[in-house]
T-cell receptor, first 114, second 109 residues
Framework: DTEVTQTPKHLVMGMTNKKSLKCEQH?????MYWYKQKAKKPPELMFV???????INESVPSRFSPECPNSSLLNLHLHALQPEDSALYLC?????????????FGEGSRLTVL | GQNIDQPTEMTATEGAIVQINCTYQ??????LFWYQQHAGEAPTFLSY??LDGLEEKGRFSSFLSRSKGYSYLLLKELQMKDSASYLC??????????WGAGTKLIIKP
């Protein structure tokens, strides 16, 4: 299994809603990442969990709240978002933490905030 | 500051060869990656270079010169499905990935 699975694939929410994005990998990878990507831009790192501990938080607003329940799961809780938060949210994993090689990306969750 | 430069857009013909260049200036170097991204989809890993030289993988090859801060991705026997954005990314001294803005490759019949 070489997949990173993200749900939902598409999400539309209002500015007062609370929703969550979910990510799962069963490759035994020890680092998991959330990226945000706007159209025609490269991915922008939001959070990194390494060995289930939050190791990087790139000054992301508190309306985004990550959670890593176990080494295979990563959630991103969303609350009181703004329309400018509409983007493709990508989850990724890597084998041994930040120092390891390639990132494996999920297909992304496309978020629209109305 | 950290900077990765790659052309914004390139056009090539089906069956031909194209070379996408990437130059970088980063605080430290722990490897250079090339990813392919089709519109609306996630990036997929193509290649990884950490030592100087050429890495070949089927129709795709990637070259690295650390002294010049330079890499290229070479795509041979181009197919229409190769139309995509190609992202160059470098791991810096903190092992964080610094991404280029991507090169949109358009393949014409």
């Amino acid at each position: 299994d070489t997949e990173v699975t993200q749900t939902p694939k598409h999400l539309v929410m209002g500015m007062t809603n609370k929703k969550s994005l979910k990510c799962e990998q069963h490759m035994g990878h020890r680092a998991m990442y959330w990226y945000k990507q706007k159209a025609k831009k490269p991915p922008e790192l939001m959070f990194v969990y390494s060995y289930e501990k939050l190791s990087i938080n790139e000054s992301v607003p508190s309306r985004f709240s990550p959670e890593c329940p176990n080494s295979s799961l990563l959630n991103l809780h969303l609350h009181a978002l703004q329309p400018e938060d509409s983007a493709l949210y990508l989850c990724a994993s890597s084998q041994e933490g930040l120092s390891s090689g390639e990132l494996f990306f999920g297909e992304g969750s496309r978020l629209t905030v109305l | 500051g950290q900077n990765i430069d790659q052309p914004t857009e390139m056009t090539a013909t089906e069956g031909a060869i194209v070379q996408i260049n990437c130059t970088y200036q980063t605080s430290g170097f722990n490897g250079l990656f090339w990813y392919q991204q089709h519109a609306g989809e996630a990036p997929t890993f193509l290649s990884y270079n950490v030592l100087d030289g050429l890495e070949e993988k089927g129709r795709f090859s990637s070259f690295l010169s650390r002294s010049k801060g330079y890499s290229y991705l070479l795509l041979k026997e181009l197919q229409m499905k190769d139309s995509a954005s190609y992202l160059c990314a470098v791991k810096d001294s903190n092992y964080q990935l610094i991404w280029g803005a991507g090169t949109k490759l358009i393949i014409k019949p």
